[in-house]
Nanobody, 125 residues
Framework: QVQLVESGGGLVQAGGSLRLSCAAS????????MGWFRQAPGKEREFVAA????????DYRDSVRGRFTISRDNTKNTMTLQMFSLKPDDTAVYYC??????????????????WGQGTQVTVSS
């Protein structure tokens, strides 16, 4: 049974930082593209960042590029999203996802097969 468990969410002031982690089990972690998505109240789930199976390719949504950094450790089956300069617009539930995603489709929600339960990130102004 595949499990993706997010941690590290919380309440932070605008301009602050948070580090999200995703621990994976039940799958061959190094074979999967890993991604972070988020969903704010009343909005669609949206792509945030992704990293290819070997970590050589990353992608970010434009609004977080330069502020967020995604990374993975295939020896520990973990993925991390380091978030700096947080803004109130970053407030959402953040989800970890895994899938056999071609490099050109890293931002495609439909390509990810497995999802975590999410962790809340709240940025106050």
């Amino acid at each position: 049974q595949v499990q993706l468990v997010e941690s590290g969410g919380g309440l932070v002031q605008a301009g602050g930082s948070l580090r999200l982690s995703c621990a994976a089990s039940g799958l061959t972690f190094s074979s999967y593209t890993m991604g972070w998505f988020r969903q704010a109240p009343g909005k669609e789930r949206e792509f945030v960042a992704a990293v290819s199976w070997i970590g050589s390719v990353t992608d970010y949504r434009d609004s977080v590029r330069g502020r967020f950094t995604i990374s993975r450790d295939n020896t520990k089956n973990t993925m991390t999203l380091q978030m700096f300069s947080l803004k109130p617009d970053d407030t959402a539930v953040y989800y970890c996802a895994a899938g056999a995603v071609p490099t050109g489709y890293l931002d495609s929600t439909a390509r990810y097969s497995y999802w975590g339960q999410g962790t809340q990130v709240t940025v106050s102004s």
